[in-house]
T-cell receptor, first 113, second 114 residues
């Protein structure tokens, strides 16, 4: 069935270090992979996404890579800052499943000043 | 543009009662998806509505239902509430609900069932 595995569940880094969160999806028909950031008590907000025809995408300090063969995608945050502390969710969707995102379990990122 | 809005923001109900939650999508968005967020199960898809029709449904019991109005606003209803229904209920809107469209989330309705 449809499944997205996300690791690690918690991640603690020092300010200025890099953080990497990894996700694996099960359905090879998946073609869209967004990443959401959810701060405590707030709504999930899209930070970056990637489509299956692209291998990598960058936006300032954030990058996402996709390996379709391995059904694996990762979020990379460089030069982390305390305001990056939040829960990060990866997700996947496929054309036959309108409006449906399958989410990973989330990663709680703590950036220590 | 105004973002996705949800009302009410907080609800306390008792077991056996029913509840209706409301979601207003971003202007021009016609697809509304609903998700349940709990610490144990994470974010789980409930259903998606487009043009007043349920197009997709997750694995939730029939106690969970929804509808969409002609202005794209959506409601979800949970009948015969159980303790396990306590959760944050999030709705998200997108233009027409294609897999590659960004979904924009509302602030959620936090439901507590006692």
């Amino acid at each position: 069935g449809e499944n997205v595995e996300q690791h690690p569940s918690t991640l603690s880094v020092q300010e200025g270090d890099s953080a990497v969160i990894k996700c694996t999806y099960s359905d090879s028909a998946s073609n869209y992979f967004p990443w959401y950031k959810q701060e405590l008590g707030k709504r999930p907000q899209l930070i970056i996404d990637i489509r299956s025809n692209v291998g990598e995408k960058k936006d300032q300090r954030i990058a996402v890579t996709l390996n379709k063969t391995a059904k694996h995608f990762s979020l990379h945050i460089t030069e982390t800052q305390p305001e990056d502390s939040a829960v990060y969710f990866c997700a996947a969707s496929k054309p036959s499943n309108t409006g449906k995102l399958i989410f990973g379990q989330g990663t709680t990122l703590q950036v220590k000043p | 543009k105004a973002g996705v809005t949800q009302t009410p923001r907080y609800l306390i109900k008792t077991r056996g009662q029913q509840v209706t939650l409301s979601c207003s999508p971003i202007s021009g968005h016609r697809s509304v998806s609903w998700y349940q967020q709990t610490p144990g199960q994470g974010l789980q898809f409930l259903f998606e509505y487009f043009s007043e029709t349920q197009r997709n449904k997750g694995n939730f019991p029939g106690r969970f239902s929804g509808r969409q109005f002609s202005n794209s606003r959506s409601e979800m209803n949970v009948s015969t509430l159980e303790l396990g229904d306590s959760a944050l209920y999030l709705c998200a809107s997108s233009f027409i609900g294609l897999a590659e469209e960004t979904q924009y989330f509302g602030p959620g309705t936090r439901l507590l069932v006692l």
